[in-house]
């Protein structure tokens, strides 16, 4: 309800695009189609928006609990698990996030497509954003390119990180020997990771991250190249996480014991933070660290546990 701003206008539909393109903050692309397919009414003294048309998922639902962490009519926080990449491949083959978001879609309902704003590597934990309509859709994925999303992370890493490391600028292309594997490279996209804290173990550290870019495998890559792997990352060079009772299993990043039979890197999106495409309110999402890396930790921090 823009209220006066329209109704006192002698020209109330252009008024309405004013307040729509200026106020509303709505994308001009989005805007255009609307106009054109006449989805954009003033009745009375109420502007009529159909920002909710039935859409198709565009992706087969699999019924599995999604953890929600938050959800309202424009968007959705759903938590990641390890071992379950944001969307297929190609190759046909598992489970992915996008499949669990189409079935809790469905469930309510349906008439929404899934889609996803950002990613995470299919063995990182974390929050995943995705929009549920086409406005909130183009607004977040402009926040996101204007880095206005923030995602903070937290990983346990090899050794003492200095307090000295704090900033990350090094930009990451493909590894030309390795298809799956970045590296840090004079050619490659500009990539910037901020170190906000450290804590040190008697077997390594834990850092919290933010990223200013979102690279492929950023982190993971940037903390190599410091020197200070993420424990389990075995494509980045990472030490495997420590069994019970000391030792790893050679070439076993996961250890039997740790709850899940962890063989990730040790990574875990803590929050996630973004303006809220409608309403512009400041919405923030923690996302609790997952069992093994509470182990992984707890275990880095007795020394009567580890090798040696």
């Known amino acids: 309800m823009p209220g006066r701003s329209i109704t006192r206008e002698p020209d109330r539909e252009a008024a309405v695009d004013r307040w729509l393109l200026g106020t509303a903050g709505m994308p001009e692309k989005l805007h ?9 009414q003033w009745r009375g003294d109420r502007l009529r928006l159909r920002l909710f048309p039935p859409r ?11 953890e929600v962490l938050f959800e309202d009519d424009f968007c959705l926080v759903v938590h990641k698990p390890a071992g379950m990449a944001v969307h297929p491949d190609g190759s046909g083959q598992g489970v992915t996030l996008d499949h669990v ?6 469930v309510s309902g349906g008439g929404i ?21 086409e406005y909130a859709q183009l607004v977040l994925d402009e926040a996101l390119r204007s880095k206005d999303v923030s995602r903070q992370y937290a990983a346990i890493v090899q050794g003492a990180v200095p307090p000295a490391l704090q900033r990350i600028d090094a930009p990451i292309g493909r590894d030309r020997h390795h298809a799956a594997r970045r590296r840090v490279s004079p050619g490659g996209q500009a990539a910037v990771t901020h170190v906000l804290a450290r804590e040190a173990l008697p ?5 919290k991250l933010r990223l200013e870019t979102g690279r492929t495998h950023q982190i993971r890559v ?26 790893a299993a050679p070439g076993q990043a996961g250890a039997a014991g740790l709850p899940g039979g962890s063989s990730r890197q040790a990574l875990h999106g803590e929050s ?19 069992e093994d890396m509470l182990a992984l930790r707890a275990r880095l921090s007795n020394p009567w546990q580890l090798p040696g």
């Open 101 to 106: 978001v189409a079935a809790h879609y469905a």
């Open 203 to 207: 077997g390594g550290s834990v850092v």
């Open 113 to 133: 497509a899934v889609r996803h704003v950002h990613r995470l590597d299919k063995d990182t934990t974390g929050p995943v954003l995705y929009a549920k309509n």
């Open 272 to 290: 996630l933070a973004f303006s809220h495409p409608w309403t512009r309110d400041l919405i923030e999402v923690a996302d609790p660290w997952p």
């Open 32 to 40: 255009a189609r609307m106009r054109r397919e006449g989805e954009i």
């Open 56 to 66: 198709e998922a565009g992706i087969g639902p699999v019924s599995q609990q999604a």
């Open 222 to 247: 940037h903390l190599s190249h410091a020197g200070h792997p993420l424990f389990g990352d075995e494509l980045y060079g990472g030490p495997p996480w420590p069994a019970p009772g000391g030792g």
